[in-house]
């Protein structure tokens, strides 16, 4: 069986800039032959919403997932109002859905757009695409139940900005990220990040494409994968 999220659909609200109705998701499950596809969990309209990164299943057989908008309603200093986004999970039989981490707009970070990723340490670590107050996005750890939830480490512009993408882990053990933007020319970074500590090093920096402006980057929004050599592999675009 397979599980996954839908960025639309489910329940409406209205927009309130166009007026427009518009679904804010849900959790849906599929045999692999494309039979039985059947809606687990419709996302609320006051919850978390417009989930864009797949759902993990933990050791806990428990599925989790992150959404970017929903949670904490926050207005910044320069008087933008926002939703900073939450961590939840569920069963596989739809019961006991439930928020486990819901993002502060204070001194927190904010808006996952990339998935979880259950590391061998068996804590949750993710990253999200702003943080407060340098808003250039963070790294966050976490137990299974929510408990023990920190911030790791809160990138800078010039070490990588918004990571928008799935952390993972390789086979040395470490996680690796990408950024979308910072790092030279602004055209984002790939990282490598000890569990125990902020990251280690930056693995390399993004060059615009050829013939290309310095100051349009291509975004890196795709996981970084490990192939079998033990190389990491991603696609900028």
Same mark, same amino acid.
């Given at each position: 069986?397979?599980?996954?999220?839908?960025?639309?659909?489910?329940?409406?609200?209205?927009?309130?800039? +166009?007026?427009?109705?518009?679904?804010? $998701?849900?959790?849906?499950?599929?045999?692999?032959?494309?039979?039985?596809?059947?809606? #687990?969990?419709?996302?609320?309209?006051?919850?978390?919403?417009?989930?864009?990164?797949?759902?993990? *299943?933990?050791?806990?057989?428990? #599925?989790?997932?992150?959404?970017?908008?929903?949670?904490?309603?926050?207005? /910044?200093?320069?008087?933008?109002?926002?939703?900073?986004?939450?961590?939840?999970?569920?069963?596989?039989?739809?019961?006991?859905?439930?928020? %486990?981490?819901?993002?502060?707009? %204070?001194?927190?970070?904010?808006?996952? +757009?990339?998935?979880?990723? *259950?590391?061998? /340490?068996?804590?949750?670590?993710?990253?999200?695409?702003?943080?407060?107050?340098?808003? &250039?996005?963070?790294?966050?750890?976490?137990?299974?139940?929510?408990?023990?939830?920190?911030?790791?480490?809160?990138?800078?512009?010039?070490?990588?900005?918004?990571? &928008?993408?799935?952390?993972? *882990?390789?086979? /040395?053990?470490? #996680?690796?990220?990408?950024?979308?933007?910072? $790092?030279?020319?602004?055209?984002?970074?790939?990282?490598?990040?000890?569990?125990?500590?902020?990251?280690?090093?930056?693995? &390399?920096?993004?060059?615009?494409?050829?013939?290309?402006?310095?100051?349009?980057?291509?975004?890196?929004?795709?996981?970084?994968? &490990?192939?079998?050599?033990? *190389?990491?592999?991603?696609?900028?675009?």
């Amino acid at each position: 069986m397979l599980y996954g999220t839908t960025q639309f659909g489910g329940n409406q609200y209205t927009e309130p800039f +166009t007026g427009q109705k518009v679904g804010v $998701g849900v959790v849906f499950k599929i045999n692999k032959n494309g039979t039985s596809q059947s809606v #687990l969990a419709k996302f609320s309209t006051s919850g978390p919403r417009h989930c864009v990164a797949p759902l993990i *299943e933990a050791a806990n057989g428990m #599925l989790y997932g992150s959404t970017p908008e929903g949670g904490t309603t926050y207005t /910044d200093e320069f008087g933008t109002t926002f939703t900073t986004g939450v961590v939840f999970r569920m069963n596989k039989n739809s019961s006991s859905f439930s928020i %486990v981490r819901q993002f502060l707009g %204070v001194n927190d970070a904010q808006n996952p +757009t990339g998935g979880l990723v *259950e590391s061998s /340490d068996g804590y949750l670590y993710g990253a999200t695409e702003y943080d407060h107050p340098q808003y &250039a996005g963070a790294v966050f750890r976490m137990a299974l139940d929510g408990t023990g939830y920190s911030v790791l480490f809160r990138f800078s512009g010039t070490n990588g900005q918004s990571p &928008a993408a799935t952390l993972i *882990e390789a086979s /040395d053990g470490h #996680l690796y990220g990408t950024t979308g933007l910072g $790092g030279r020319a602004d055209a984002g970074t790939v990282f490598q990040f000890d569990q125990a500590r902020p990251p280690r090093r930056w693995c &390399a920096t993004s060059a615009p494409a050829a013939g290309s402006r310095p100051n349009r980057p291509r975004r890196c929004s795709r996981p970084a994968t &490990a192939g079998c050599t033990g *190389e990491l592999r991603g696609r900028a675009g």
